[in-house]
């Protein structure tokens, strides 16, 4: 069913399937990135001497390649993902990938024991299956979150990335500890995984109307306020028109500012903790997840906000995007300056810019993130996939640079110029989507002869008077 304006569509009361579905993806995506993260925890204990664990002698350019190499296959995957989601639902993809990831996770600490390659390895096929997430989860938004509440639930999905990281990071540590040494880590993020891709496979559904136990008027409600066409799954991509849109790049750009600065403070934060502010296993871990949790706990402080203000038309719908997107990157960039000139002696301080320069990136939650679903509801994954992918290449890069800058992992001064590079990527990426970037839907969402979205897309051209609700009873909600 395609978005009609002039339909008076009242929200149906109370909790809904569509709320179900944003919990099963939360849950999913802290999983996820249980499996993405467990390395970037786990690198230190398995290169120093613990009781009761076996350890490796890695440099610090093994360490950067095993911590890099996820990225290779992650990459590779992002736009096949994305078509595969289209072709065979979302649903289908994401489940397999997770199971896939979770048995995948079993195996770490038997590669380790093989080299540095072996775990490289194994990371680029964890890669390969976790590159189908984000394609996936968008897709699934696509279908399931009216444009009313894109901003608190669209945010509150990807929230979980976050509360994932934090979860991870700050249990390694007691995990470490115990009799199950770091290898457990890994054991515990492969047995969560496969038991949520069995839930999932049970209760979740690629859109509404294939939900089970979903009444008539909320899949009315949804289907009349997402923009996104039922019969879009057999359209073709408009790739060349994607590929013509300044919107689009004003969108990459953005995406990859965020995951530079996000992955190289992810991959190397546990290492400049411990070298740099000296502090042990247990405390490193616990202070790695403070910012993640406070980004987390931040993404549902903002995304209410930026709802407000569109709903209310306080401020256009792409106003709130470059706002968000805008506190979300440079606000980070001035984080990492300060922190530039952090020493051991001051990690109250240091310790606090690095949570400030995670936390606050839960604007961009509300920014770049929802962009795709605002510039093309049908075309979200593959776009997702696209701009995931080549943001995915600065992921291998971020680690790459940090390893040939850093040489001592006690200097001060070389973890500033890593900070500083990443300041500067920050600037320079949210300003091109603060020029280029859009939030109207756009022409080829979907073919000239379908003019249900193309309706949408003409009562939104005028943006600065264009919000989310279109009735009186939409504003209500």
């Known amino acids: 069913m395609g978005f009609e304006p002039s339909v008076d569509k009242a929200r149906p009361g109370g909790l809904g399937v569509r709320h179900w579905q944003a919990v099963l993806l939360f849950v999913g995506m802290m999983i996820n990135y249980f499996q993405r993260v467990n390395i970037?925890?786990?690198?230190?204990?398995?290169?120093?001497?613990?009781?009761?664990?076996?350890?490796?002698?890695?440099?610090?350019?093994?360490?950067?390649?095993?911590?890099?190499?996820?990225?290779?296959?992650?990459?590779?995957?992002?736009?096949?993902?994305?078509?595969?989601?289209?072709?065979?639902?979302?649903?289908?993809?994401?489940?397999?990938?997770?199971?896939?990831?979770?048995?995948?996770?079993?195996?770490?600490?038997?590669?380790?024991?093989?080299?540095?390659?072996?775990?490289?390895?194994?990371?680029?096929?964890?890669?390969?299956?976790?590159?189908?997430?984000?394609?996936?989860?968008?897709t699934l938004l696509a279908k399931w979150v009216p444009r009313t509440e894109r901003g608190l639930l669209t945010t509150g999905v990807y929230s979980g990335a976050q509360f994932g990281t934090a979860v991870i990071l700050v249990s390694s540590g007691f995990i470490f500890e115990s009799s199950m040494g770091w290898p457990g880590l890994f054991y515990l993020s492969g047995g969560i995984s496969l038991a949520w891709a069995l839930l999932f496979f049970w209760q979740a559904a690629n859109e509404p109307a294939t939900a089970s136990r979903i009444s008539k008027g909320e899949v009315e409600y949804i289907e009349s306020l997402t923009g996104s066409n039922s019969s879009s799954q057999s359209m073709p991509v408009p790739w060349m028109s994607i590929?013509?849109?300044?919107?689009?790049?004003?969108?990459?750009?953005?995406?990859?500012?965020?995951?530079?600065?996000?992955?190289?403070?992810?991959?190397?934060?546990?290492?400049?903790?411990?070298?740099?502010?000296?502090?042990?296993?247990?405390?490193?871990?616990?202070?790695?997840s403070l910012p993640y949790f406070a980004m987390g706990l931040l993404c549902f402080v903002v995304s209410p906000i930026s709802d407000l203000l569109i709903n209310r038309g306080t401020i256009s719908i792409t106003t709130a995007r470059k706002l968000f997107n805008s506190i979300g990157q440079w606000g980070p960039m001035a984080c990492l300056i300060g922190l530039g000139y952090m020493t051991a002696d001051e990690k109250t301080w240091a310790i606090l810019l690095l949570t400030l320069a995670v936390g606050i990136n839960a604007g961009c939650s509300c920014g770049y993130l929802i962009n795709h679903i605002d510039l093309s509801p049908n075309f979200a994954g593959p776009m997702m996939?696209?701009?995931?992918?080549?943001?995915?290449?600065?992921?291998?890069?971020?680690?790459?640079?940090?390893?040939?800058?850093?040489?001592?992992?006690?200097?001060?001064?070389?973890?500033?110029?890593?900070?500083?590079?990443?300041?500067?990527?920050?600037?320079?990426?949210n300003t091109i989507f603060v020029i280029f970037g859009k939030a109207t839907i756009q022409s080829w969402n979907e073919p000239p002869s379908t003019s249900s979205t193309m309706t949408l897309r003409s009562h939104q051209e005028n943006d600065s008077k264009s919000t989310a609700p279109t009735s009186d009873k939409d504003i209500r909600y």
């Not at 095993?66 to 595969?84: E, K, N, R």
């Not at 290449?393 to 640079?401: E, R």
């Open 40 to 138: 970037s925890a786990a690198i230190v204990p398995m290169t120093q001497s613990t009781a009761g664990a076996p350890f490796y002698s890695w440099d610090t350019s093994d360490k950067s390649l095993i911590l890099s190499s996820f990225f290779w296959g992650y990459v590779v995957s992002q736009v096949p993902a994305g078509l595969l989601a289209k072709r065979f639902g979302a649903k289908l993809v994401l489940g397999l990938a997770t199971a896939i990831g979770g048995i995948l996770c079993f195996f770490h600490p038997i590669a380790a024991k093989s080299g540095w390659q072996s775990i490289c390895a194994l990371r680029v096929l964890t890669g390969l299956v976790q590159g189908t997430v984000y394609p996936c989860v968008h």
């Open 243 to 288: 590929f013509r849109s300044p919107a689009f790049y004003g969108l990459l750009a953005a995406h990859c500012g965020f995951t530079w600065g996000f992955y190289t403070l992810l991959t190397e934060m546990p290492t400049y903790m411990s070298m740099v502010l000296q502090l042990n296993v247990k405390s490193n871990a616990f202070l790695s």
């Open 385 to 429: 996939g696209v701009t995931n992918g080549i943001a995915g290449v600065t992921s291998i890069i971020a680690p790459l640079v940090v390893g040939a800058i850093v040489s001592d992992e006690e200097d001060p001064s070389q973890w500033r110029m890593v900070f500083f590079i990443t300041g500067g990527i920050y600037l320079v990426c």
